[in-house]
């Protein structure tokens, strides 16, 4: 191919080109003009979404990723652009999301002079980042940026920040386009983890398939389900899991752990034996690690040697390609037939229902978050995309939502992120062109509520279901729970008006106070094909259960609240 000399900044364009981005997230400042300049020349190329923060275009980016499996690209000027980032880089990295920040920074002589503006960004981000790069020669320009991608999407995915001195963005070198980079070759398991894995399957009577986000997006649904039916097996999911499995499957348990299904939760306490893929095995999902599967058997699939034994000691660990070692291993698995768990697993399944019921009924004549998720799952479609920011109203969405799609959920698992949800409804919506229903609630909302601005500026098709309690409701939950009902600072008491502010940015929204004019005002946000925001009033002392206790184990599980009384 023809080499040709270009600026660093050109460099950058041309090779997110090559690199197959169509769309990046960011915010311009002084030491990224002539990256922006070089956006502003390619503009009929790549596509740039400006956010109001560079918090929301680094969600955004990851919110995009998500969705799409593709790497997300955010940009941002040096200092507080830069730094403004930290968070979305600190989310991406905590759920294996791969995601490229680029970043301007002053000239190299001006490094280490406290410059205004200058900061360094590589020392800042080093913990939360795959890796990290200060380019100082324009010359590896291309070949570190190339690289930052595969980084970012091998292996374990996670966000790969490159920091461009602005002297290097307009110094010159030749160029030669090159193709896309490739993964770095994954491991295959060995032989022996292969065989110890099927034996213990072979052997289990109670099996229960556990999926984490490694395995979610992997193209594994179809292979999934034939394994489970094989072994007779019944699959739970971690947070990160959610959409890797179509709610609508018989053997699909849902969501385990804190505030999992009543039903997933317990078969996992039951099962002879888990088979965790791609997941961690967290202190949400296990609860007290001491007590968690203590006469149960677990082989743990995965790509990231780290993960064995990490949270919890595993009997097998299968270290590799997780696509590859799971179709080895069910491949030699025997069929088997298990009817006593198939019966006490129905049982569950009643149970969970009895107890859902006893708590929606247990506040008539109000606004319930699981009637809220019956309307939007009778309306929306299996191509819309679910996103949500953190607290009471996430945990309903995990436990309520219908999903029949891979990459239709984002939500921040593993840094719990307020505010995450705005922005990666924009990435999601840019992606995909599909409709997004975002989950929030009135204290996540207002952390970062400007990219309103961003959303109505692009006109893009963004459901807001405003879960409004007045409250900051999972922390009060605790508070009520286990804090003799002091509720320190989690009574927001604001008089923030979310209807007129949608509307003073731009968007259409309503209040709602029951079941019947949520479900018009639903149906009229997701056929507008606008943003809207829909306020949701409900009452403050709605909490989410099934829920462990801290430092408790499945034993303690609490299912129903009543008269100040905990039900197990």
Request: proline share 4%; aromatic share 8%; with cysteine.
């Amino acid at each position: 191919m023809e080499k040709k000399m270009m600026s660093g900044a050109q460099i950058i364009i041309e090779t997110l080109i090559e690199q197959g981005v169509t769309d990046v997230f960011g915010y311009p400042g002084g030491q990224v003009l002539n990256i922006y300049d070089e956006l502003y020349k390619n503009r009929d190329r790549i596509n740039h979404v400006l956010t109001a923060h560079e918090q929301g275009a680094s969600h955004a980016a990851d919110g995009y990723s998500r969705v799409t499996g593709k790497v997300g690209v955010v940009i941002a000027t040096s200092g507080p652009g830069a730094t403004n980032l930290v968070t979305g880089i600190a989310t991406a990295i905590l759920d294996s999301i791969p995601m490229v920040a680029i970043t301007g920074n002053v000239m190299t002589n001006q490094i280490g002079r406290d410059s205004f503006q200058e900061i360094n960004i590589t020392g800042v981000t080093l913990p939360i980042t795959k890796h990290n790069y200060f380019v100082s020669d324009v010359n590896e320009l291309a070949d570190v940026l190339r690289e930052a991608f595969r980084i970012a999407k091998s292996g374990r995915p996670g966000p790969v920040l490159v920091d461009v001195p602005k002297d290097v963005q307009t110094a010159m070198c030749e160029y030669e386009p090159k193709g896309v980079v490739d993964y770095f070759p994954l491991p295959k398991a060995g032989e022996t983890e292969i065989e110890e894995a099927v034996k213990l399957i072979n052997e289990s009577k109670r099996p229960y398939i556990y999926l984490g986000g490694g395995a979610a997006g992997k193209g594994m649904t179809k292979e999934i389900m034939a394994f489970a039916e094989k072994i007779d097996a019944y699959i739970g999911c971690s947070f990160m899991g959610l959409s890797a499995m179509p709610n609508s499957y018989p053997r699909f348990l849902g969501m385990q752990g804190m505030h999992g299904r009543y039903a997933s939760s317990m078969a996992n306490k039951e099962a002879d034996l888990i088979i965790g893929i791609g997941v961690r095995f967290s202190d949400r999902a296990t609860g007290n690690v001491a007590k968690f599967a203590k006469n149960t058997k677990i082989v743990q699939i995965d790509v990231d040697n780290s993960e064995i034994n990490k949270n919890v000691i595993v009997d097998v660990g299968v270290v590799g390609d997780i696509v590859d070692s799971f179709a080895r291993i069910a491949e030699k698995c025997q069929t088997n037939s298990h009817p006593e768990w198939n019966t006490l697993v129905n049982s569950l399944k009643d149970k969970q229902n009895e107890f859902s019921e006893k708590n929606e009924a247990a506040a008539p004549g109000k606004l319930h978050p699981r009637a809220l998720f019956r309307v939007i799952n009778k309306i929306k479609d299996k191509d819309t995309c679910i996103t949500t920011d953190v607290g009471q109203h996430q945990m309903w969405a995990a436990q309520y939502t219908n999903f029949e799609k891979k990459r239709t959920f984002a939500s921040s698992g593993g840094l719990g992120t307020m505010g995450y949800g705005l922005g990666a409804s924009i990435g999601a919506a840019v992606a995909t062109g599909n409709k997004v229903v975002l989950i929030t609630g009135d204290g996540s909302f207002g952390m970062n509520l400007n990219e309103l601005a961003t959303a109505v500026t692009y006109d893009l098709p963004i459901v807001i279901v405003l879960i409004n309690n007045g409250v900051l409701g999972m922390v009060r939950q605790w508070q009520t729970l286990f804090f003799g009902k002091r509720y320190s600072n989690t009574v927001l008491e604001r008089k923030t008006d979310f209807v007129k502010l949608a509307e003073a940015f731009g968007a259409r929204a309503k209040r709602v106070f029951d079941i019947d004019s949520f479900e018009s005002a639903f149906k009229e946000a997701m056929e507008s094909g606008h943003p809207y925001v829909i306020d949701t009033v409900i009452d403050m002392d709605e909490m989410v259960l099934p829920m462990l206790p801290p430092g408790g184990s499945i034993d303690d599980i609490i299912t129903t609240i009543g008269s100040d009384k905990e039900e197990k």
